[in-house]
């Protein structure tokens, strides 16, 4: 299983970025993804998960209606566009494959002045 994870950068408060995550190795189709997100010293959280079908999508209650989460079957990639950023929303972010402990490398996503 391979997951790479692109995007990050740093952006001022309610500004937006896109993040993507390319997987292989594993039935890309079969599998609902999901993103979390971690900071030093914390564990990592829950973000966002679309269902296999890509028709069921969930969110954390702190970037609900900012974050949107989708998924290209074709290019097996799952990406998460983020608006209305904030400083809180600073952090590693990972995408993740239902079933299995499979992580990627992560994208640093800072929220700034």
């Known amino acids: 299983v391979q997951l790479v994870e692109s995007g990050g950068g740093l952006v001022q408060p309610g500004g937006s970025l896109n993040l993507s995550c390319a997987a292989s190795?594993?039935?890309?189709?079969?599998?609902?993804m999901s993103w979390h997100r971690q900071t030093p010293g914390n564990e990592r959280e829950f973000v966002a998960r679309?269902?296999?079908?890509?028709?069921?999508?969930y969110y954390a209650r702190s970037v609900r209606d900012r974050f949107t989460i989708y998924r290209d079957v074709a290019k097996q990639t799952v990406l998460l566009q983020m608006t209305d950023l904030r400083p809180e929303d600073t952090a590693v972010y990972y995408c993740?494959?239902?079933?299995?402990?499979?992580w990627g490398q992560g994208t640093q996503v800072t929220v700034s002045q």
């Open positions: 679309i269902s296999s079908s890509g028709l069921n999508t």
């Open positions: 190795g594993f039935t890309f189709s079969d599998a609902a």
């Open positions: 993740k494959p239902s079933g299995g402990n499979y």
